[in-house]
């Protein structure tokens, strides 16, 4: 096996890859972690007021969690509560024009 069918999984918003190619995987992970880089600047006020006890600068990768199981990698958000509705919406929209990125490259 190296890939489910797409049509199998492009109804979870928070699958980023399915498949037992490591090499794949990390790309997409890497991919999301750019994108999570992305969201985080052009929402920088909301981490920086968030995160004003310490005076530092709050990551998005500080309220997501990455889960891998029999070759399925998916993230979550460890507080949902954490991050605001519309951030988190943005999250799952990265995660699903990677699988749809993913889609394209394999037809």
């Not at 199998?8 to 699958?15: A, E, H, L, R, V």
């Not at 920088?44 to 399925?72: A, M, P, R, S, V």
Request: aromatic share 14%; proline share 2%.
């Amino acid at each position: 096996m190296k890939r489910v069918p797409f049509t199998n999984w492009m109804s979870f918003n928070n699958i980023l890859y399915i498949g037992d190619e490591a090499s794949e995987c990390l790309e997409i992970i890497e991919k999301f972690n750019k994108r999570l880089h992305e969201i985080e600047q052009h929402y920088t006020g909301w981490f920086i007021i968030n995160n004003k006890e310490c005076q530092l600068h709050d990551k998005l990768q500080h309220h997501i969690q990455y889960h891998f199981e029999g070759g399925i990698a998916i993230f979550k958000f460890k507080n949902e509560e954490g991050v605001p509705d519309f951030i988190r919406q943005e999250c799952l929209i990265a995660c699903r024009d990677l699988a749809f990125e993913q889609l394209y490259r394999a037809s």
